[in-house]
């Protein structure tokens, strides 16, 4: 019988040899209990005759991850070696180094990588020579080996630098090099013990960046934040520089979160006459067709949040704008709206009261006040006399609707759409630490992100020798960077502190070279000094303790407590060293006012009295360098990379398959075969029972969570769950609700769409 051939990469033939296969098998199953005869007893099945060596190699990888199971789910972390050792070989013929040989050679890929513009020439002027080799010796290529398929691929895909439509760099040269630009501007007495310290959190998977720090932060003029949000003014000069500035975030890789609540209702007045506004959605449709037009760094399309306070007049079509039916004219499907509510419109909901429709227009114009800008108790004095002023005659525009009726038009849009998002507006600025220097109008784009963000003004455009001139006042768009804490591989408390103070360092760095792609950034960069410190597998993390999801409430209130006092500290620890942010006068931390509040609320809630007594006390001589530091992100795609479950919420299956255009990727948490029974499953939880677990993170996280709920309508869910659960999150003091996703009868999934930069 003839043999089978095999095309090698130089067209030369050679015979098939299974046992070859095997023995790289083999080597990729390493300190795993597998037995490799599975993948070559599928060999005649994938083989055909006359295979390139390519091919070959990687349906020898899809097979082996194919054998992923609940009982053996390590066959996923040798298809990822399978891969690491394809890219390996791909690396080494580009760089020609030996077969057998290290393709690690760290100071020879820098020199490469500045030289032809892979890398920002930074590097080769902050440090010498005696200083990157010193840093070349930090790497640990076994780093490598701990990414299954799923990590490894997205990783190649989507963030390991590219030159000339190839793969240039590996997943370590990557790490050090961010660490190298991240302590670029530390003291040198110190730096290089900092670069190892960042290096190995990272290699090792402690702490897990947001896409543009991993994407950007050793490319030239790189931005390095997650999170923007801007807004508009009732005028079309602010309009169309706001749809500017999206595009210009969206370019850069940028989520973007716009609040339009000061635009004039449909049908208002302009310049007096009758009927001339055509309402926001117009000008939505126009956003979102800037979202697809310019898309996150050629990755995929801009992603964009619109936001509307619920007493604007146009709520009720702005619910509509990813429906299905009605009026394809008034549709954005690119778009992902935002509801912004008030405890007031909770409140008319809760005693079944009729909810007040306004024009903001019009209420700028007769009362002078700019609805967007109160909340709280000022919101509502003036807002119950509008609704005296409505019934007697003195509005022109305005509608009542039952609140509970406006409410179960939202949680219809949800369960069709899984938007609008929610932001509870009090909230947010009843624990905004800045509220002494503007308001909170929304959010960013996974809801987690919010600060004071105020539009820009424009006087009139003037000719001056030649050129057009004209003035404007500054406003703030506000920006986020963003990292998570992989919990799934933290082992002590001692650990947990270490990290925390290294992601704070991290972040607080990044905010003083990133390249914010809008004026207005730069200035809000300089004057909160926002990050958020985040947090992914903490189902891992409860998992691997025994610990049921359902079960946790007081162990995770206990957790993220500790989590709170580290970052303060640590940001503390900063402003003792560098100073505080520019707008630290005035703000709740002057006040010794944390995280909402006083230090009596601390002795008497908290579980490290001692330790919350010394911040107190620190916080009043040093004060603190970040007005607020931390901020959970949903990281659906890096918890891929990380090997652990996204976020801080419950696993959505203990086995499951992503399906992607080249086939379909098996997965499972990273302890399910030792730990299956302690992992819960989000579809079978009652999502009270997660509101409440948010909840006691929440108390401890001085920006926001993005919060996805799931409903199983196979449960014999009704919308009175969902209304319960929605008002819940609301007394429980919940900032923000982010993506519905519900189980439909047929056992189809709502999936969900989302930013890179925030998921990533």
């Known amino acids: 019988m003839q043999k089978q051939k095999v095309i090698k990469k130089n067209g030369q033939s050679q015979d098939f040899a299974p046992a070859k296969v095997k023995k790289i098998i083999d080597v990729a199953g390493s300190g795993f209990s597998l037995d490799s005869s599975k993948v070559v007893e599928k060999l005649p099945d994938f083989f055909k005759d006359g295979m390139t060596t390519s091919e070959l190699f990687s349906a020898v990888i899809m097979n082996t991850l194919a054998l992923t199971s609940v009982d053996e789910p390590d066959w996923k972390n040798v298809a990822g070696r399978l891969k690491l050792f394809e890219l390996y070989?791909?690396?080494?013929?580009?760089?020609?180094?030996?077969?057998?040989?290290?393709?690690?050679?760290?100071?020879?890929?820098?020199?490469?990588?500045?030289?032809?513009?892979?890398?920002?020439?930074?590097?080769?002027s902050k440090y010498t020579a005696e200083e990157i080799n010193i840093a070349a010796s930090f790497i640990k290529p076994e780093f490598d080996l701990v990414y299954d398929y799923a990590g490894i691929n997205l990783l190649i895909k989507r963030y390991l630098c590219e030159y000339n439509d190839s793969i240039v760099e590996l997943p370590q040269e990557m790490f050090l090099t961010i660490a190298l630009l991240i302590e670029q501007n530390?003291?040198?007495?110190?730096?290089?013990?900092?670069?190892?310290?960042?290096?190995?959190?990272?290699?090792?998977?402690?702490?897990?960046?947001?896409?543009?720090?991993?994407?950007?932060?050793?490319?030239?003029?790189?931005?390095?934040?997650?999170?923007?949000?801007?807004?508009?003014?009732?005028?079309?000069?602010?309009?169309?520089?706001?749809?500017?500035?999206?595009?210009?975030?969206?370019?850069?890789?940028?989520?973007?979160?716009?609040?339009?609540?000061?635009?004039?209702?449909?049908?208002?007045?302009?310049?007096?006459?009758?009927?001339?506004s055509g309402g926001v959605i117009p000008w939505i449709r126009i956003i979102n067709d800037t979202a697809v037009a310019v898309n996150q760094q050629g990755k995929r399309k801009g992603a964009v949040t619109v936001s509307l306070d619920m007493w604007h007049l146009d709520i009720e079509d702005f619910l509509e704008l990813r429906t299905e039916n009605?009026?394809?004219?008034?549709?954005?499907?690119?778009?992902?709206?935002?509801?912004?509510?008030?405890?007031?419109?909770?409140?008319?909901?809760?005693?079944?009261?009729?909810?007040l429709m306004v024009d903001p227009h019009e209420i700028r114009t007769k009362y002078n006040v700019e609805l967007g800008n109160l909340w709280g108790d000022e919101f509502s004095r003036f807002y119950t006399g509008l609704y005296e002023d409505a019934a007697a005659g003195k509005i022109e525009m305005f509608k009542f609707y039952p609140a509970k009726e406006l409410l179960k038009k939202v949680m219809r849009s949800q369960?069709?759409?899984?938007?609008?998002?929610?932001?509870?507006?009090?909230?947010?600025?009843?624990?905004?630490?800045?509220?002494?220097?503007?308001?909170?109008?929304?959010?960013?784009?996974?809801?987690?992100?919010?600060?004071?963000?105020?539009?820009s003004e424009f006087g009139d455009p003037r000719s001056e020798n030649g050129k057009i001139i004209r003035e404007s006042s500054e406003g703030l768009v506000h920006v986020c960077n963003l990292v998570s804490i992989n919990l799934a591989n933290v082992d002590s408390d001692e650990e947990l502190e270490s990290i925390c103070q290294t992601s704070v360092r991290i972040l607080d760095n990044a905010i003083d070279f990133t390249e914010v792609p809008v004026l207005e950034g730069r200035e809000h960069n300089l004057r909160y000094r926002t990050i958020g410190v985040g947090a992914m597998g903490l189902a891992d993390f409860l998992a691997k303790r025994n610990i049921p999801y359902i079960s946790s409430a007081e162990y995770v209130d206990e957790l993220f407590e500790k989590m709170a006092l580290y970052n303060i500290r640590a940001s503390i620890q900063t402003a003792k060293e560098k100073g505080t942010f520019k707008a630290y006068k005035g703000s709740d931390w002057s006040k010794g006012i944390i995280l909402g509040h006083?230090?009596?609320?601390?002795?008497?809630?908290?579980?490290?009295?001692?330790?919350?007594?010394?911040?107190?006390?620190?916080?009043?001589?040093?004060?603190?360098?970040?007005?607020?530091?931390?901020?959970?992100?949903p990281n659906t795609s890096s918890s891929l990379i990380q090997g652990c479950s996204a976020s801080v919420l419950p696993i959505y299956s203990k086995f499951f398959v992503e399906t992607h255009g080249k086939g379909s990727i098996p997965n499972c948490p990273p302890f399910i075969r030792d730990k299956f029974w302690f992992y819960q499953e989000n579809r079978n939880i009652n999502q009270k029972v997660v509101i409440d677990i948010m909840s006691r993170i929440n108390k401890w996280i001085d920006t926001g969570i993005s919060i996805e709920l799931m409903y199983n309508l196979n449960r014999n869910i009704k919308a009175v769950d969902i209304y319960e659960t929605i008002m819940d999150a609301w007394k429980k003091d919940i900032k923000t609700l982010y993506y519905t996703r519900t189980i439909q009868k047929d056992g189809s999934s709502l999936e969900k769409e989302e930013c890179v930069s925030c998921a990533g």
């Open 186 to 276: 530390e003291n040198k007495n110190k730096r290089m013990a900092q670069v190892e310290d960042t290096y190995r959190k990272l290699a090792d998977r402690k702490i897990s960046l947001a896409t543009p720090l991993l994407m950007n932060l050793r490319r030239p003029h790189g931005n390095l934040s997650s999170c923007f949000i801007t807004m508009m003014d009732d005028s079309r000069d602010s309009i169309f520089y706001v749809i500017d500035q999206i595009s210009a975030i969206s370019k850069f890789g940028g989520g973007v979160g716009v609040n339009i609540s000061r635009v004039r209702c449909k049908g208002a007045r302009i310049k007096g006459i009758k009927n001339s």
């Open 598 to 633: 006083d230090q009596i609320w601390f002795n008497k809630n908290s579980r490290q009295t001692k330790a919350w007594n010394q911040v107190f006390k620190d916080l009043a001589q040093y004060g603190i360098r970040n007005s607020q530091i931390s901020a959970i992100a």
């Open 326 to 355: 009605g009026d394809q004219r008034m549709k954005a499907y690119d778009i992902f709206p935002q509801v912004v509510v008030p405890d007031l419109f909770m409140q008319k909901v809760e005693a079944n009261q009729d909810w």
């Open 89 to 124: 070989r791909k690396i080494r013929s580009l760089r020609g180094t030996p077969k057998n040989a290290s393709p690690y050679n760290y100071p020879e890929f820098l020199d490469y990588a500045v030289a032809n513009g892979i890398y920002t020439p930074e590097l080769k």
């Open 415 to 455: 369960i069709e759409t899984g938007m609008p998002y929610i932001a509870f507006k009090d909230t947010l600025n009843k624990y905004n630490p800045n509220k002494h220097d503007g308001v909170i109008v929304g959010t960013n784009l996974c809801t987690e992100s919010h600060s004071n963000v105020r539009p």
